[in-house]
Structure formats: C-alpha cells, structure tokens
C-alpha cells in the first residue's frame, strides 16, 4: 500500500507477538496492582469490566470475566467490603441486583498505575494524529475480535 514491497508475514507476526508481550506485561502490572490493593486477579478484571461496562448485574459479570456465578459472589463481596463497588437494586427491575463501582479509591488506583500511564503519554506523543488514528482503529477493531472470541468460547462450552 505504502509502494514498499514489504514481506507482510514476518511483519504480522512481529505484531502477533508484540500484542502477546503487551498482554503478558499488563496482565503482569495488574497482578502487581492488585497485591498493593489486596485484590485478585479476578477481583481486578471484574472491577474493571464494572468501571467499563457497569452498571452490570452479577450474571452479566460472571458471563463477561467467564467466571462461575459463585465465584462472581465472593469476588463482589471482596471489592463491596473493599469499598470498589456496591450492589443496589436496579431501579427498572425491583428483583434484579446492580454492581456499580465507586470512585472513593480511584485515586489510589490511578495513583499505582501512574508510571504506565506516563509511560504511554510519551510514546504517544511522538505519533502524528493520524498514526494515532490508525493506532486506535487497530487496538479498537483488536479489541472487538477478543470479545467476539470470548464469546464464542462462552457459548460453545
């Protein structure tokens, strides 16, 4: 496209593996978030599917962190006696129950994720806007694929 003949395979796989060590790292930088926050790994990505997607009901939670619905239970008691999130009647449903998450301690999240997010602003800046484009129609189309794929697994098993 660029009018360079470039060998395409090596370069997608140099990407492939690129997003691999990138998961790898921040599945790293996680863990060690959440052992300063007295969090598990679960509890961690569940209260981060809340923050993004949340309001969420429980079974809604369990299916997107493909967690088993007991497991969601204790995950939410933990992050609600942590003061992350709270559960409230849903206002359109007297029965149903929905996770919200509280920002109380988002200072003290932001605050331990502060050096990657430095981090990122400085690799960030040395893109021109439409590097930037294509950057975020390629991590937003990547991220849409792992769904799809999560749910596919879901569904299948």
Partial sequence: MDGAPLRRGPLQASVRQ????TALQLALLNRRVGGRLELKDADL?????????????PSVLARRAALHPATVTG??????????????????????????ALRDRNAELF????GMT?????????????????????????????????DELATEG
């Fill in 18 to 21: 690129s997003l691999n060590e």
């Fill in 45 to 57: 990505e569940c209260l981060n599917l809340v923050h993004n997607e949340g309001p969420l009901t």
């Fill in 75 to 100: 995950v939410l008691d933990r992050l609600e006696r942590g003061g992350w999130v709270v559960r409230e009647r849903d206002p359109a449903n007297r029965r149903a129950v929905l996770v919200r």
């Fill in 111 to 114: 605050g331990l994720l502060s």
């Fill in 118 to 150: 430095t981090a990122m602003g400085e690799i960030l800046e040395e893109y021109s806007t439409d590097e930037l484009r294509v950057i975020a129609d390629f991590l937003e189309r990547t991220a849409a694929a792992g769904r799809r794929a999560t």
